[in-house]
């Protein structure tokens, strides 16, 4: 049998299983020894992400990560090949080999999307240190028939390895549950303005004049939910022209002490926040270019991350558990 080793395994294994998936494909299941996780380096960012329909995921530090496209359009011919088996006849050959089919289709789609959570889970897990999400159940309540279960199972496959990373890795993981919408709360000032329908993807908050992108607003919001020490200027797609005291302009909020990081009570302290940063006075024009360069560098930063990241290496696992394919028979 050929065996197509996907890494060198750390160490002669004391048993191995192996495995026959629905797709016909085998799995060879080792435990081996590991010596001691290595740590991770300490660093400042923390970081709230909303999951959503729109983007797969948004940072409070104003990323946006969508599942790749080639994932995007698998998943969509899937969909299709499901329909392909209920056409052949009961009990033929040509059914069996469809759902056959559509079973191998199955796995392909669910290692591709796997492997894309590992990549985006580590980055995170690795650039911050603490991560805040919002408890699934309380998504899924807000969400009505948009709601699909292909989403609530990979924001749970998501969330768990974010959770499991982060505890391998020292890092602190929080899940939040919320009271109120985060599309209804300003991030920078803490104003509720009510609920706002879906296809409004961007606002001008009424009382500081922050003009705030929904869903980095709702990722902002998760953080501070969350306790954690994050700015509100990654929420602003430009800096609200407000009439600020002039001294104001520029200061930046205090981090919050990491300990009273508990869901809950944070909710306290959305509202008594943060002074937005880069509000600047009416006809203030540096502010203004500043306002215009700072998208596209974020651009480009966010290039750069990408592709530095294809240099990272996956955590190991203790357990090497279903990596080693054996191939079909
Ligand atoms: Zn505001």
């Given at each position: 049998m050929a065996v197509k080793w996907s890494r060198a395994l750390?160490?002669?294994?004391s048993t191995v299983t192996v495995i026959k998936d629905s797709a016909g494909r085998y799995f060879a299941s080792f435990v081996v020894e590991t010596g001691p996780e290595e740590g991770l380096a300490p660093v400042t960012p923390e970081v709230g992400v909303d999951l959503g329909l729109g983007h797969f995921a948004v940072l409070s530090d104003g990323r946006k990560t969508d599942s790749p496209r080639f994932l995007r359009r698998a998943e969509k011919r899937l969909k299709k090949a499901?329909?392909?088996?209920?056409?052949?006849?009961?009990?033929s050959r040509n059914r069996d080999k469809a759902r056959l089919r559509v079973a191998r289709a199955h796995a392909r789609v669910a290692d591709a999307r796997r492997e894309f959570h590992h990549q985006l889970s580590t980055r995170i897990i690795r650039e911050n240190q603490a991560v805040a999400v919002e408890d699934l159940a309380v998504k899924g309540l807000a969400?009505?028939?948009?709601?699909?279960s292909v989403h609530d199972a990979g924001w749970s496959q998501f969330t768990a390895m974010l959770e499991y990373k982060a505890r391998r890795y020292g890092r602190t993981f929080v899940r939040i549950g919320r009271?109120?919408?985060?599309?209804?709360?300003?991030?920078?000032?803490?104003?509720k303005d009510g609920p706002k329908p879906l296809h409004v993807r961007q606002w001008t908050c009424a009382e500081c004049g922050a003009v705030l992108d929904r869903d980095i607003n709702a990722a902002v919001n998760v953080a501070k939910a969350a306790g954690l020490a994050v700015?509100?200027?990654?929420?602003?797609v430009r800096p609200g022209f407000v009439l600020a005291q002039r001294d104001e302009a520029g200061t930046h909020p205090k981090p919050h002490p990491?300990?009273?990081?508990?869901?809950?009570?944070?909710?306290?302290?959305v509202g008594e926040?943060?002074?937005?940063?880069?509000s600047s006075a009416p006809g203030d024009l540096l502010d203004g270019y500043r306002a215009a360069l700072f998208v596209p560098f974020t651009a480009v930063l966010l290039a750069s991350a990408l592709s530095a990241y294809g240099l990272l290496r996956r955590p190991r696992s203790r357990v090497v558990a279903r990596e080693s394919r054996v191939g079909t028979p």
């Open positions: 750390p160490s002669v294994p499901q329909r392909a088996p209920s056409r052949k006849e009961k009990g969400r009505t028939r948009l709601a699909k009271f109120e919408p985060t599309s209804q709360v300003c991030s920078a000032c803490g104003a700015s509100a200027c990654g929420a602003q990491t300990t009273a990081r508990q869901a809950g009570i944070a909710l306290l302290q926040e943060v002074k937005p940063a880069s």
